[in-house]
T-cell receptor
Framework: SQKIEQNSEALNIQEGKTATLTCNYT??????LQWYRQDPGRGPVFLLL???NEKEKRKERLKVTFDTTLKQSLFHITASQPADSATYLC?????????WGAGTKLIIKP | EPEVTQTPSHQVTQMGQEVILRCVPI?????FYWYRQILGQKVEFLVS????????KSEIFDDQFSVERPDGSNFTLKIRSTKLEDSAMYFC??????????FGDGTRLSIL
């Protein structure tokens, strides 16, 4: 069955450093992979989408890589700030559904 | 920026009762989805809807569940004969083809 794993339940990073989150998947060949942010009691908020033929995508302080051979995506936040503290979810899918990882809770310490 | 809106934000229902969760997707989106998230667990896909019919559904989406787009703006999820284990956050999302899904802030469903 399809499986998505995010590297850790929680990640503590010092403010100003780069946070790197990992998403690994098996038994799946997604057309694209997405990263979302979720704050407590809120719905997921879209951050970045990367397609299977793309290696890297950037948006401001965010960068996503996608290695379809390794079946892995890395999500980087550079110059991290306390306001970046949230749960980050990776999701794979198509037009018809998204399959989600359990998320990584990122805590940025001042 | 347009957003997906969901009502109510919190629904409390007695076990065995029917509940309808409502969503207004973004107006020019064509794909509609329902997901649920049990407290402390991952987001789970329930159903997707396109061109006035279900495109895909998960094992969770059994005969207890139904979806409807009664008019040009609303998208509803009905749960018949609710069970305690239906307690969760239910998220509605919408998207254009091949584009990211946009989520509402969810309805917290509590079954007593």
């Amino acid at each position: 069955s399809q499986k998505i794993e995010q590297n850790s339940e929680a990640l503590n990073i010092q403010e100003g450093k780069t946070a790197t989150l990992t998403c690994n998947y098996t038994n799946y060949s997604p057309a694209y992979l997405q990263w979302y942010r979720q704050d407590p009691g809120r719905g997921p908020v879209f951050l970045l989408l990367i397609r299977e033929n793309e290696k890297e995508k950037r948006k401001e302080r965010l960068k996503v890589t996608f290695d379809t051979t390794l079946k892995q995506s890395l999500f980087h936040i550079t110059a991290s700030q306390p306001a970046d503290s949230a749960t980050y979810l990776c999701a794979l899918g198509s037009n018809y559904q998204l399959i989600w990882g359990a998320g990584t809770k990122l805590i940025i310490k001042p | 920026e347009p957003e997906v809106t969901q009502t109510p934000s919190h629904q409390v229902t007695q076990m065995g009762q029917e509940v309808i969760l409502r969503c207004v997707p973004i107006s020019n989106h064509l794909y509609f989805y329902w997901y649920r998230q049990i407290l402390g667990q991952k987001v789970e896909f329930l159903v997707s809807f396109y061109n006035n019919e279900i495109s895909e559904k998960s094992e969770i989406f059994d005969d207890q569940f139904s979806v409807e787009r009664p008019d040009g703006s609303n998208f509803t999820l009905k749960i018949r004969s609710t069970k305690l284990e239906d307690s969760a956050m239910y998220f509605c999302a919408s998207s254009k083809e091949g584009e990211p899904q946009h989520f509402g802030d969810g309805t917290r469903l509590s079954i007593l």
